[in-house]
């Protein structure tokens, strides 16, 4: 770890972060005259068997990853990007890319993206993202077509959605706690310091109804809408449960999900509300788009309080990407550089 952060530490072009170069290395080298290459060169020589920096082109390649991304397994991948054992996972297509790169900017500005594990939907966005960041994405066969953006609604967004509890259930499986993401959402602060307690699960809820600032962690009563955008898991045998309910339930109701996975996962709460403990997220912080978007008043009242925005409750790619622009939370023209997939073009 120690090593790591030197490796960093020479590699950063930002003089104020540099500023804090911890002096044991430098003196070291610099009492024996060599120049500040030839150290870094030795740091290299040194400390590369034992680090995994992203910042050096392929880490370990020959020992940690396959010689074919194909082969990369879930439990290789998790492995390797697990951090604390947790994991951030965000399931993407490929013309879906901006969407992850903008969301990724988002969450490297809260220091969180060594943890991210990207599941690629198909080959060429396995490829991609791995070229750029290698070992950070995983297939899961079968893969889809890449060709079309996958819709809300659609067909294809169905095969796509129900795959969800069946890739969480397997991170579990593996004993990691994980943090999962739409694809249509952007980081406005850390979440992971709302996640109190150590319940089962975290969700939030879909709901536009707004809520008072104390409102209540539990399950809501009445018509539940809690959104399958945002979900926060322990390893543990409640979320196990919830998982395998959501399976079941997408089973049986496909038709009537009409490509939508989400009333599947509310019926599962329901079902399993007595076996597992849950934690309803401040609404303020994680708001529906169909707030967020729509309420200037209430955006207003709330300021300095939302951490994750969804860009719901509106179809379509383009609409989701110009709404984006609209409101400021397209991070990928300004801070591409801050992306550790740099700028896709
Ligand atoms: C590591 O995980 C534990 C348990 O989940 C948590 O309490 C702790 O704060 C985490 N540490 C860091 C550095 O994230
Ligand atoms: C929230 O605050 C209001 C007014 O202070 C109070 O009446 C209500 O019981 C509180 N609700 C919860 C869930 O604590
Ligand atoms: C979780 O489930 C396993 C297998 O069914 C069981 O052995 C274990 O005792 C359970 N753990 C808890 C905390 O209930
Ligand atoms: C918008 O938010 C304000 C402030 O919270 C609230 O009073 C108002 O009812 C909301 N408008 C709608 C249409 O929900």
Known sequence: MEQQHVLHRFFCSCPLSCSS????PISLFSHKGLLPLLALFLLLGVFLPWTRSPLIPFPN????????WRDYSLSQAAKF????????????SYPFLPFLNNWLISVSIQKHQDKVLVIAEDYATLY??????????????????SKTPQNYGSQGFFKFTSRR??????????????MYNDVDMVWLQDPFTYLEGSHDVYFTDDRTEIKPLNHSHELPNG???????TIFLRPTN?????????????RVGSRANKGNDQPGFNRALRKTAHQVDVYLLPQEAFPTGGLYFRNKTWVRETKGK??????NFIKGFNNKMKRFHQFGLWLVDDHALESPLGKLE
Do not use: Q
């Not at 390649?61 to 074919?68: E, L, V």
């Not at 018509?223 to 955008?229: A, D, P, Q, T």
């Open 21 to 24: 170069i911890s002096s044991r």
């Open 61 to 68: 390649r020959g020992s940690s990853f396959p010689s074919n």
């Open 81 to 92: 990007a697990a951090k604390n054992g947790t994991l951030i996972v965000y399931t993407v």
């Open 128 to 145: 991609k993202v791995n070229e750029k960041w290698p070992g950070h994405a995983v297939l899961i066969p079968p893969a889809l077509d």
């Open 165 to 178: 509890p069946k890739h969480l259930l397997e991170i579990l499986e593996l004993g990691y706690s994980v």
């Open 223 to 229: 018509w539940l809408n809690i959104c399958s955008c």
């Open 238 to 250: 409640g979320s196990k449960l919830l998982m395998k309910k959501w399976i079941d339930e997408l």
């Open 306 to 311: 939302h951490v994750i925005v969804h860009n």
